[in-house]
């Protein structure tokens, strides 16, 4: 029997069949073998087929289908393994904050950095407009602008008081959504007014950290009443990323691709090398100073670990 994965929470996966059945299965050990580097061989949206065992009529994964994308960072628990976030997504939501908590520019290009190596479009949402003040708006319309010039989408709602809902399930309606963001951007906030029977749980930001505390602990795939679905995921605080060589890394920054062909070196990647054409875009302000420096960082931070990645 065919279904897909709706939610994992390590050891049992829950599979929604062909016939509409939700069945709670287990995976047979050799995938453990073979996804050794994976902490979860089986991620939300995957296609499997599954079977009964004899011993004791239970449900078994036998089978997972070549993935249409999936979108994974590096597991803040467990050095040198990968965490799938889902797979065969649609496009991605991504949930962000200018305060209470503060989304970062850097989180916001390392997950846009991996979801384009990977294929999968992103809009990014600025939540909270209800709670921006004059110096918050200032902000999010810099960062905002960063984005939209390069050819991402953005919309701007407040989940709190239900503004321009419409225009977030329009970008949902028939699509399977991937919703990522740090823990308190109101993920969960959002799906349940866009989606009210959803009722999924809320937390409110930590009084001494300033930071969201995980309300969502596995990813879980939901049905859309008006179309569609929605993969909830666990709050991100840290976006790493892998699996890239260091000369690829600028590949998957759009802006810099048409600047890339003029490289004097076909491995540039961008930092001091002679007849670097990104750095001269840069320069002209053609990338804006604060993806540049991002890139920069990234790098920086990649090139350290690299030797550990290809191991």
Known sequence: MKGVIIKSTGSWYEVKAENGDILKARLKGIFRLEASKDTNPIAVGD???????????????????????????????????RQILAANIDQALLIVT????????GFIDRFLLTAEAYHIPTVIVFNKQDMLDEKGKKKQDYVSKIYESIGYKTLFVSALKKEHL??????????????????????????????????????????????????????????????????DTPGIREFGIMDFKPEEISHY?????????????NNCIHENEPGCAVKKAYEDGSISEERFSNYLNIMLEYK????????
């Open 47 to 81: 296609r499997v087929s599954v079977s009964t065992e004899d011993a004791d009529n239970s449900w078994v994964i036998d089978e997972i289908e070549a993935r249409d994308n999936y979108i994974l960072r590096s597991s803040p628990k467990h050095k040198g393994a």
């Open 253 to 265: 920054y759009i802006e810099m691709r048409e600047a890339l062909k003029n490289c004097k070196f």
């Open 166 to 231: 419409d225009e977030v399930k329009a970008l949902m309606k028939d699509k399977t959504s991937l919703i990522a963001g740090h823990s308190g951007v109101g993920k969960s906030t959002l799906m349940n007014a866009v989606q009210p029977h959803l009722d999924l749980r809320t937390e409110n930001i930590s009084r001494i950290t300033g930071k969201g505390m995980h309300t969502t602990t596995f990813a879980e795939m939901h049905p859309l009443d008006f179309g569609g679905s929605v993969i």
């Open 98 to 105: 200018m305060g209470n908590p503060r989304t970062s520019t």
């Open 304 to 311: 350290n670990n690299y030797k550990h990645w290809e191991q």
